[in-house]
């Protein structure tokens, strides 16, 4: 399976990262607003980033790749080269497993995260507590399949446009920005961080 790592290094994974945790931020904050009808604060940082969208989306990129091109691509070649009555059940197949195992890092993530800040911050970033299915609080059968089918449309479908688009960037660029973001990330992080030990409480802009 070959990885963006092999060519690019570090900087194009480091801008994947803050796309996908700023797209997840502003998921998270119109569903919200949808549903809810109020803005709401989402993550941790005071930046319009959720990290664990992109931590979550590179690890399945490490540990599966994509369904036509990764660990499992085999079984999708063995299944495209089936007689047509057999070839779209089989491929179903393949992406029901690839489903399944995607669900896996992004609710090992949350369980971690949710249970980690709970415990040591004191702090409940989320709570599926309402939720019939659920662990903790942290983990919800329904938004853990949830995560699985979103990453598995998008690992099929937008993935590799995307993983283009980051490589055909300057260089220079890449790395400004990424210097950039990290800087005020980490500062965000701790700004956050002492707010949290001084006042007790986590700061909500909204």
Same mark, same amino acid.
């Given at each position: 399976?070959?990885?963006?790592?092999?060519?690019?290094?570090?900087?194009?994974?480091?801008?994947?990262?803050?796309?996908?945790?700023?797209?997840?931020?502003?998921?998270?904050?119109?569903?919200?607003?949808?549903?809810?009808?109020?803005?709401?604060?989402?993550?941790?940082?005071?930046?319009?980033?959720?990290?664990?969208?992109?931590?979550?989306?590179?690890?399945?990129?490490?540990?599966?790749?994509?369904?036509?091109?990764?660990?499992?691509? !085999? @079984?999708?070649?063995?299944?495209?080269? &089936? +007689? %047509?009555?057999? *070839?779209? $059940? =089989?491929?179903?197949?393949?992406?029901?497993?690839?489903?399944?195992?995607?669900?896996?890092?992004?609710?090992?993530?949350?369980?971690?995260?949710?249970?980690?800040?709970?415990?040591?911050?004191?702090?409940?970033?989320?709570?599926?507590?309402?939720?019939?299915?659920?662990?903790?609080?942290?983990?919800?059968?329904?938004?853990?399949?949830?995560?699985?089918?979103?990453?598995?449309?998008?690992?099929?479908?937008?993935?590799? !446009? @995307?993983?283009?688009?980051?490589?055909? &960037? +300057? %260089?220079?660029? *890449?790395? $400004? =920005?990424?210097?950039?973001?990290?800087?005020?990330?980490?500062?965000?992080?701790?700004?956050?961080?002492?707010?949290?030990?001084?006042?007790?409480?986590?700061?909500?802009?909204?």
């Amino acid at each position: 399976m070959k990885t963006l790592a092999a060519r690019n290094g570090a900087l194009d994974y480091a801008i994947l990262f803050y796309l996908i945790s700023f797209w997840g931020w502003c998921t998270e904050t119109i569903l919200f607003l949808v549903r809810w009808g109020k803005l709401a604060d989402r993550g941790f940082l005071t930046l319009p980033f959720c990290a664990i969208y992109g931590t979550a989306v590179l690890a399945v990129h490490f540990l599966l790749g994509t369904p036509q091109k990764g660990r499992l691509a !085999p @079984l999708f070649d063995r299944a495209s080269a &089936l +007689p %047509r009555g057999k *070839k779209g $059940a =089989a491929q179903a197949g393949v992406f029901a497993l690839y489903f399944l195992l995607a669900c896996l890092p992004p609710a090992l993530l949350e369980l971690a995260v949710g249970v980690g800040f709970r415990s040591a911050l004191h702090v409940r970033l989320w709570d599926y507590g309402y939720q019939k299915f659920q662990l903790f609080g942290s983990v919800s059968l329904s938004f853990t399949f949830l995560w699985g089918g979103l990453i598995t449309l998008g690992m099929a479908t937008a993935w590799e !446009p @995307l993983c283009e688009y980051v490589r055909s &960037l +300057p %260089r220079t660029f *890449k790395r $400004a =920005a990424v210097t950039s973001l990290t800087v005020c990330v980490l500062a965000d992080l701790a700004f956050n961080l002492i707010y949290l030990l001084v006042t007790g409480r986590h700061l909500k802009l909204f």
